[in-house]
C-alpha cells in the first residue's frame, strides 16, 4: 500500500515537472519574441525623427489579415451610390499612406488602419507610413511597435518630443518614395471602396488636391457610422475657421450623378496630393506653430495659386467631430494668414477675430519672404478673386467691420429680417442651413448695426426695424459691450422678447428694452456674432 503511494507520489511530481518546464518554455518563447522587435536608434536630423528598422519583423500573411480587424471595421456600411459601386478603375500608380499620432490617440490609429486592411489594397499602397508624434507612455511606444509589427508596408517614424500634426507631415515627406501621397488623422475611418477614387483624380490631374467625401463618426466608443448630406462642402469661415455646410455648389440627392466637385476648402482629416503639386506651390509652410491654421492656409494657397480641391463623391470616410468648426487657437498662425493672402481684408479678418491688427516686425518679414518665395514659382491671385469664383456662397463685410456674422442671442434663437423689417428670432439651425444675406448682421466701427447696406433702427414705439442708413442718427447707432447691444439714443438693450403685437401669436422678435434686468433674465439681452 505504501510502495503503491509513493509510486503515485512520483508520477504526479513528474507530471507537474513537465507542465512547469512547458510554462517555462512558453514563457521565454513569448518574451524572445517580444525582444525581436527592433530597438529605436537615434539619428542625426533637425526633426529628431527616428525610423524603425523593418528587419526582422513578422507580418501577417495577406490571408491572416483579417485577425486584426475588429468587429466594429467589418460592420461600416458601404454608403457609395449605385453608380459609384459600379465604376471600375485602371489605376497605374501607387500611394503612400501617411497617418500620425500621439500616446492616446494610438487606440484610434489602430480603428483607422484596420479599416484600412479591411479592404485589401496590396497593389495600391507602396507602405503606410506612422510618426508617432512623441508619444510619453512607454508601455503604449511597446504597444506601438508590437502592433505595427504585425502590419504589412507599414514603418514607424518617431518624434522625441511633441510637435504636432504639421511637423509630422513635414517628416514624413522626406521618407515618402511615391508621388501620391494620402494623409488621415488618428480619427477616421475609411468606407469601402475609398482610395481608388483619390489615386483616379490624381492620374487624370495633377494640380489637384482631392478630399473624399465626409461622413460621422456619431461615437468614438461604438463607432457608429452615419451617412451626411451629400451637399455638405468644408467653407472658409471670417475667424480663420472651416465649417461643413450645405452647399448650392454640391450635388444634391436628385441630381445627375457628379464624381467630384470643386470644394472651397478642406479639413486636415483626409487628403490626397501629389508631393510635386505641393512643392509647386510651396509645400507644407513649417513657419506656422502648433495650434491649427496651416490648413485653412493650404487651401486658400492651393486655390489662389493655380491648384484646385475637389471632393470625390465616391470616396467617404467617417471622422468624429464633424460638425465642429475646426478654428485655430494660435494668434500668430492667424496673423500669418492674414498677411499672407487677405490684402486688404487683413485689417477686417483680424477684427472679426478678435485678434490685433498689428503684426509683430519679425513675423511680418517672415510673411513677406514667404510670400515673394511662392509667387516666384506660382503666378497667384489675390483674396478677392478667390471669394468671388471659389467661396461664392461666403457673404464679404466691408472693410469698416469690427463684428459679423449671425446674430445669436443666449436665449437660443438666431435673428433674421423679415417682410415688415422687423427681426425674427428663429431656430439657429434654420439660419446655419439657409447663410441668407438677411441673417448676416455687421457691426462697424461706426456704430452702425447693418443688415445687407441697410442700419438696424430703435423707434419710438421701442420695436427695433430695418431702415436707410443715416451718419450719426443715434437711433441706428448701437454700442456691443460684454455681450450686450446698447442703442445709444434711447439707452436701451436689444433684447429678446414675444412681440406684443395681439394680432400675431407667439412672434419672437427682437425690441428695445431696459438693460438693468435680474441674473435669472441675462440671456434675453445677451448676444454674440458668430463669423460666417
Known sequence: MRLTMFRGNILFDAALLVVLLLLMYVFFHQHNRFSAVPSIQPTPSSLNLVPVNEHGRRKYPAADISKLIDTRIRQIPDLRSRECKRNLYSLNEKATLVIDFNDYQFYDLKNTIQSVLNQHYDQLLEEIIVVDDGSTLEYIRQDVERYLDMVPKTRLVQFK??????????????????????????????????????????????????????????????????????????????????????????????????????????????????????????????????????????????????????????????????????????QRNCQRIARLWFGNLKEVSLRLAGLPTMIPETDEA???????????????????????????????????????????????RCARLANDSKIDLIDCNEVRQSRSKDEIFELTTEGQLKIRDRCVTTENTAYIKLHECHSNDRQQLWIYKGMELRNVWSNFCATHVTDPDQTVRNRQIVMAQGCETSSDHRDFLHWRFFPD
Open 161 to 330: 518630443t511633441q510637435r504636432g500634426t504639421l511637423k509630422s507631415r513635414i517628416a514624413a515627406m522626406s521618407e515618402i518614395k511615391t508621388d501620391i501621397v494620402v494623409f488621415l488623422e488618428a480619427n477616421v475611418l475609411c468606407g469601402r471602396g475609398w482610395l481608388e477614387p483619390l489615386i483616379d483624380v490624381l492620374i487624370k490631374d495633377h494640380n489637384v488636391i482631392v478630399l473624399p467625401h465626409y461622413d460621422r463618426i456619431h461615437s468614438p466608443v461604438s463607432l457608429d457610422y452615419q451617412a451626411t448630406a451629400s451637399d455638405l462642402l468644408a467653407t472658409p469661415t471670417w475667424n480663420f475657421g472651416i465649417q461643413m455646410r450645405p452647399s448650392r455648389d454640391a450635388p444634391n440627392q436628385g441630381s445627375t450623378q457628379k464624381y467630384f466637385y470643386a470644394s472651397p476648402a478642406m479639413r486636415g482629416n483626409a487628403f490626397a496630393l501629389r508631393k510635386s503639386f505641393l512643392d509647386s506651390i510651396g509645400s507644407f509652410d513649417g513657419n506656422f506653430e502648433e495650434g491649427g491654421g496651416d490648413i485653412f492656409e493650404l487651401s486658400l494657397r492651393t486655390w489662389i495659386c493655380g491648384g484646385m480641391i475637389e471632393t470625390a463623391v465616391c470616396s467617404r470616410v467617417g471622422v468624429l467631430n464633424l460638425d465642429d468648426q475646426l478654428k485655430p487657437f494660435s
Open 366 to 412: 517672415q510673411a513677406a519672404t514667404r510670400l515673394k518665395y511662392i509667387t516666384s514659382l506660382k503666378q497667384c491671385r489675390d483674396i478677392h478673386w478667390y471669394l468671388q469664383n471659389v467661396a461664392k456662397e461666403n457673404i464679404i463685410p466691408t472693410e469698416s467691420a469690427v463684428k459679423f456674422g449671425i446674430l445669436h442671442v443666449m436665449t437660443g
